[in-house]
């Protein structure tokens, strides 16, 4: 098969993105990656978040910071004080010339720079403003501080109702709401291209963390709002035909039989166990669901029979049968030893400034099939401030004085 690069469909939208920490800047990333050109507007400073991949045991300078590439890569960075009359005009000048204005910051901080969707469509009614929040622009938490763990994993439930019954609340994984937040916000922007331009208005999309984590799990909440209760043991699991077990080499194993009632026959027969076929204690799905006991019983009969065998031997019965299921990963199970994340470009190394290697997760969005992914390395802070203001009229002695003044900082 040939390598092409994939299609780009955001190619010649500009977009301003002015975020920091992680949701708000993967929103940005991806429709970096998508073709857009992504300017990231940061404080002198930089975004606080350059060094937050040493939390995770990564390097975080400017040689290397595998977590801030991934979630600013592909964009250019300007550096700017937006606090100054001067900064402000540069980012007034930015947001007429783009299609779309994306934050994550609190709407408090946004409304003192002007930067809130009422004010900044009254002066460029042409603007998409998108805006990722911890808990929602409405209700008493609106102005509260959330990122991921608080809003999207312990507001929402997901932090302690998805453990074990009895146990700790889990460790939730370092961004990953933000990594779905992120996706959403660019998905709503990008669609209100279509908008744009048949009416040449722009739109206001919001999102919040805490938000995205009920919709995470929407099924679920259904199923509480009647009655259902959590945490809960896998003893007790919806169905003893979508549940965890264990093999005789210490694998887990997850099942996944969404037609209890059809894959029944096939399974009590796979696990050696014909003579349960017209047991109406076990054999539908209506009536396991109501008999508590008779589901513990069915769980513990599986997990016999599963400590039997090994994943392997599991493994080649599961897929004769047709039986929907995979081994319980650990993470460095999915990295570039896998043929399946490699054959799906999934995950690839890329380079560091300094030459090094890194991992780069892909984004789950394809455009046009087989591809190679295009990248760009994460900016530097201010790398790219002279070439941005050039493109909209400062010539060269303006911005040596807009750098002598404080406004903005090239990078050297």
Not at 85 to 100: Q, T, V
Not at 104 to 121: C, H, I, P, V
Not at 354 to 369: H, K, T, Y
Request: net charge negative; hydrophobic share 35%.
């Amino acid at each position: 098969m040939s390598e092409m690069f994939c299609g780009q469909p955001l190619k010649g939208i500009k977009v301003v993105d002015f975020t920091g920490y992680g949701a708000g800047p993967m929103a940005g990333r991806i429709l970096g990656a998508w073709g857009a050109d992504v300017i990231k507007v940061e404080p002198l400073t930089g975004d606080g978040s350059r060094i937050s991949g040493l939390a995770l045991g990564l390097r975080a300078d400017e040689g290397a910071n595998p977590h801030y590439e991934q979630k600013d890569s592909n964009k250019r960075s300007i550096a700017l004080n937006l606090k100054t009359k001067e900064g402000a005009e540069i980012m007034d000048k930015l947001i007429a010339g783009a299609n779309i204005f994306i934050s994550n910051f609190r709407m408090k901080a946004l409304k003192k720079l002007g930067l809130d969707y009422e004010t900044m469509s009254a002066k460029y009614p042409h603007i998409i403003w998108g805006n990722i929040s911890g808990f929602g622009h409405e209700g008493p938490d609106a102005d509260n501080a959330g990122f991921d763990t608080v809003s999207y994993w312990a507001k929402s439930g997901m932090m302690i109702d998805w453990c074990e019954d009895g146990y700790a609340p889990l460790i939730p994984p370092f961004g990953l709401g933000d990594t779905v937040i992120g996706a959403y916000l660019a998905g709503g922007v990008a669609t209100c291209l279509l908008q744009q331009k048949l009416t040449g208005k722009g739109e206001k999309v919001v999102a919040s963390l805490y938000g995205s984590g009920m919709y995470s799990q929407a099924w679920v909440l259904q199923s509480v709002y009647r009655g259902a209760k959590y945490p809960r043991s896998r003893k007790y699991a919806d169905s003893p035909m979508r549940n965890t077990y264990k093999t005789k080499d210490g694998e887990w194993v997850m099942l996944s039989v969404l037609m209890y009632d059809r894959y029944y026959p096939t399974f009590v027969k796979m696990i050696g166990h014909p003579e349960m076929i017209d047991d109406p204690r076990y054999n539908s799905e209506t009536g396991i669901m109501q008999n508590q006991e008779a589901k513990r019983e069915f769980v513990e009969m599986i997990d016999e029979v599963f400590a039997t065998k090994t994943w392997e031997e599991w493994h080649k019965i599961l897929i004769e049968n047709d039986i929907a299921h995979d081994k319980i990963n650990h993470l460095s199970e999915v990295l570039l030893d896998n043929p399946q994340t490699v054959a799906n470009n999934n995950a690839y190394l890329y380079k560091n400034r300094d030459g090094s290697e890194d991992l780069m997760v892909a984004d789950p969005i394809r455009f046009g099939g087989f591809y190679k992914i295009p990248f760009k390395n994460a900016p530097l802070c201010g790398e790219q401030t002279t070439e941005i203001l050039n493109e909209i009229g400062y010539d060269a002695e303006a911005v040596k004085g807009l750098i002598e003044a404080g406004v903005v900082k090239q990078h050297d």
